[in-house]
């Protein structure tokens, strides 16, 4: 099978979008970008031949009695075995790559007790990593960077206790490590980890809904579809970075204007709140771009802008759209700019204004500087697309709704929950067009 790739490199995370010959999303991916585009491109779209793989499973077993949906349970059991056998694979190359820091010249006198007190802690990592996959199981992150940080760190310092070896030693080992593990995407064969997952469902039989035989034939067969990468597109702030040659590499500006064409096929005009900049864009009706504005250099409006805000909050940031949705009385926020942004916030809160006040005031401010752009690019017509993470904040989607009706009137306003992988779609379809053309 014919597939295309599409990723887009944002200064936050990174996404790709499989797309397969006929224009349907095979499978998506999304990754921290951190400062390695590189790594997070191989990453993502990894990620979206996994969730591509899952797409081809679905449909497999719709052929099976009673539909897909009846296999919703097998699916995720088998989607949760996969992913413990990922973060086995790389818990032992952390494992190993903290074991070689230990050969470095500081750790000499206290090595072999170090050693002995890694070993116990990824013994314990090991052990209670099926109760991290198993259902209902709750997990603040899904990047393994996360789960075996927070892990690491709660057994290292107990572990240090009964060991008697140095708490600040077992941490230097792991922090030396884990950037060197993130930077090297699990290498295991994909297959092999969907068959060694599928074992472990077929040994619970609470998993399964069906003839075991007939479900091991579907997967397999799905097993056997080749994903061939046909031809890959790369858009986002961080496209220049890619050892991408020039015909590999699209403006954000028409991938997101195309992106959007393609999930609403009626929009005219997108904007796009990212990690580092606002674009208003405006479109015709085949998805092509006829003006478009961006802010300036100044993160203020920006993901970016909204992290800061909730690094100053001691919240996180998913945490600042739910507080503002609280407020009744938005205070008026006198600036956007992120250098005075905690100073006011701060000033403020001194002066007794509740958080949910001041969140509502500033996720307003924000959407007040959206919609200038989005006026300089020709202003909102029906219909319009809010695409970007910042599309996932209901306090921004409530400012924007309202302010779009008190300047344009009842407006049809799209806001798919895939929206923040609109750019990766736009670039997959780029990337289709360039061999289909």
Do not use: W
Not at 13 to 27: F, I, M, P, S, Y
Not at 81 to 93: H, I, K, N
Not at 288 to 297: K, S
Request: glycine share 10%; charged share 25%; proline share 2%.
């Amino acid at each position: 099978m014919r597939t295309f790739i599409g990723i887009d490199l944002g200064s936050t995370t990174t996404k790709a979008v499989l797309l397969d010959e006929n224009q349907h999303v095979l499978g998506r991916g999304i990754t921290n970008s951190r400062s390695n585009y590189a790594t997070a491109a191989r990453v993502a779209s990894e990620e979206a031949r996994v969730d591509g793989r899952f797409t081809l499973f679905r449909r497999a077993l719709t052929d099976l009695d009673g539909g897909a949906h009846r296999f919703d349970e097998f699916l995720a059991a088998l989607e949760r075995g996969f992913r413990l056998e990922q973060f086995l694979e790389q818990l032992t190359d952390l494992e190993v790559t903290c074991i070689d820091q230990l050969k470095a010249e500081r750790f000499a006198k206290v090595g072999d007790s170090l050693r002995e007190a890694l070993g116990e802690i990824f013994l314990r990592l090991r052990k209670e990593a099926p109760e991290l996959y198993a259902p209902g199981a709750k997990r603040k992150s899904d990047f393994f960077r996360d789960i075996a940080g927070s892990r690491f760190h709660v057994h290292a310092e107990a572990i240090a206790k009964e060991a008697g070896v140095g708490h600040d030693m077992l941490l230097n080992a792991y922090d030396k490590s884990i950037i060197d593990v993130e930077n090297r995407p699990p290498s295991g064969d994909l297959d092999d980890k969907f068959r060694r997952a599928m074992a472990r469902v077929l040994g619970d039989t609470k998993a399964l809904s069906g003839d075991a035989a007939s479900l091991t034939t579907a997967i397999e067969g799905s097993l056997g579809i080749e994903l061939a990468e046909t031809y890959l597109v790369g858009t986002g702030y961080g496209r220049v970075t890619l050892p991408f040659s020039k015909e590999h590499i699209r403006s954000e500006i028409l991938c997101h204007g195309l992106g959007a064409h393609m999930m609403y096929p009626k929009t005219r005009t997108v904007l796009d709140i990212g990690g580092q900049d606002t674009k208003g864009i405006q479109v015709d009706a085949s998805g092509i771009v006829e003006n478009f504005q961006m802010n300036d250099r100044c993160a203020a409006g920006c993901g970016r802008y909204l992290g800061y805000i909730a690094d100053e909050m001691n919240m996180g940031l998913h945490e600042l759209g739910p507080l503002a949705m609280q407020s009744n009385k938005p205070a008026r926020i006198n600036s956007t700019c992120t250098v005075f942004a905690g100073a006011e916030l701060r000033d403020r809160l001194s002066l007794g204004e509740k958080r949910e006040d001041i969140l509502a005031g500033l996720h307003r401010a924000i959407m007040l500087r959206a919609m200038s752009i989005i006026s300089r690019s020709g202003g909102v017509t029906d219909e319009f697309t809010f695409t970007g993470g910042v599309a996932k904040n209901d306090a921004a989607v409530r400012e924007l709704r309202q302010l779009i009706k008190e300047n344009y009137g009842d407006v049809v306003i799209n806001i798919n929950p895939d929206s923040i992988y609109t750019g990766a779609l736009g670039a997959a379809e780029f990337a289709r067009r360039a061999v289909d053309a």
